[in-house]
């Protein structure tokens, strides 16, 4: 890790793990992981927290930005709040298991 991050905001950053029959057929086929993250995330943050948190190494991050869905109940119309994706793509041999609530 080149940058120097604050630990306290590299906590934040993860909002919680994507857990999805698509995310699950991701993890097996490509060993990426997805995470919900803040809407301000980069990167190198989302990268430095992973490898923090889980005890991992990261090789790659990709970022998704998606839109909140248009909602309506009656004559109400509503919106659901935008949400930001990190895919992270572990080096070989490296795993995070959720089942067991840390690095396996």
Request: glycine share 6%; net charge positive; charged share 30%.
């Amino acid at each position: 890790m080149s940058k120097n991050f604050n630990p306290e905001r590299l906590l934040q950053v993860l909002v919680a793990p994507q857990i999805s029959e698509k995310a699950t057929y991701i993890a097996d086929k490509n060993e990426q992981v997805v995470f919900i993250v803040t809407p301000d995330a980069t990167k190198p943050e989302v990268k430095a927290a992973v490898e923090m948190l889980f005890k991992v190494e990261v090789k790659s991050v990709q970022m998704a930005n998606l839109k909140g869905k248009v909602k309506r109940a009656g004559r109400n119309i509503g919106r659901r709040s935008d949400i930001r994706k990190a895919f992270v793509c572990l080096k070989p041999g490296q795993e995070i298991n959720f089942a067991e609530g840390g690095a396996a």
